[in-house]
């Protein structure tokens, strides 16, 4: 066993990028019947409950293991923006929001249906802070842990009242590189495959199909490009991004030249190791 007095415990040394998302997926029935502003009023008193986070304790400060969101690409990868829009919870505005448009207190009730992934303790913990979250103004939240492949292909049904109106999941790129969230999450897709909010903006397709290139020849342009799509997202709020999962490192003081690479968050680079200070 290691003696406490030679350790140093490296926190937020690696991103998993593990990207959680909630999806509102077009909240079927219940936004199908209202029009203009109500429709509007009813999705953005729903996305009022959100923090840009969630916290599982009243001294949680949200440094820990699971870290709040701002935008979607996560702190630690290029083109990360801290000073991009986020929502924050404000229980009044969700109230009125919905009761303009009919439902909340007082009015019609709403039930909708939200599937995680089986076994994941983080969205087991989402989805019961969701549930208690939206009682109180009327909704119903039916809660289902699902196998990943049984609730990605209930999302991508073609029936549209087949699928889930909520879905929790995580995104990581294939590369450390952020454009593999814009062009799989984002991007239009007739049938969708990873596109589960079933988004469909020509002008951010555009935007999505410029970056990639112009990441090799001109990054602080692509950075630049990568805040106006996510500002676009954020106002849009096809997804809401609820935080990042990361790696804590506890290592001896003896051990010196560790470097997390986030494309290999498993990884030791033994040869890159030398004696510590």
Not at 175 to 180: I, L
Request: proline letters at 8%; a neutral charge; glycine letters at 6%.
């Amino acid at each position: 066993m290691l003696n406490s007095t030679t350790l140093e415990v490296a926190i937020g040394m690696a991103f998993i990028y593990l990207l959680l998302s909630l999806f509102c997926t077009a909240i079927n029935e219940a936004v199908a019947g209202i029009l203009g502003s109500r429709a509007k009023n009813l999705e953005q008193g729903i996305k009022s409950l959100f923090t840009d986070g969630f916290k599982t304790h009243p001294n949680d400060d949200g440094k820990g293991a699971f870290t709040p969101a701002i935008g979607i690409i996560p702190k630690g990868l290029w083109g990360y923006n801290p000073n991009l829009p986020a929502y924050q919870t404000n229980m009044a505005k969700a109230k009125a929001l919905l009761q303009s448009a009919g439902y909340g207190p007082g009015g019609k009730a709403m039930t909708l249906n939200l599937t995680y992934t089986q076994g994941d303790q983080y969205e087991q913990t989402a989805a019961s802070l969701l549930k208690s979250e939206y009682a109180p103004l009327n909704i119903k939240l039916n809660v289902a842990s699902l196998a990943w492949p049984t609730q990605w292909s209930k999302a991508k049904s073609t029936n549209p009242a087949s699928r889930q109106d909520i879905l929790l999941f995580y995104w990581w790129p294939d590369y450390p590189d952020p454009y593999s969230w814009f062009i799989n999450l984002f991007h239009s897709a007739n049938p969708p495959y990873f596109n589960l909010a079933y988004y469909d903006n020509p002008t951010v397709d555009k935007q999505i199909d410029r970056v990639e290139p112009l990441s090799a020849t001109n990054r602080p342009a692509a950075i630049n490009l990568y805040t106006q799509i996510q500002t676009t997202l954020l106002k849009d709020s096809p997804a809401l991004f609820l935080g990042t999962q990361t790696y804590e490192r506890a290592m001896q003081k003896s051990v010196g030249g560790y470097v997390d690479n986030p494309a290999y968050p498993s990884v030791v680079f033994v040869y890159s190791l030398k004696p510590g200070q």
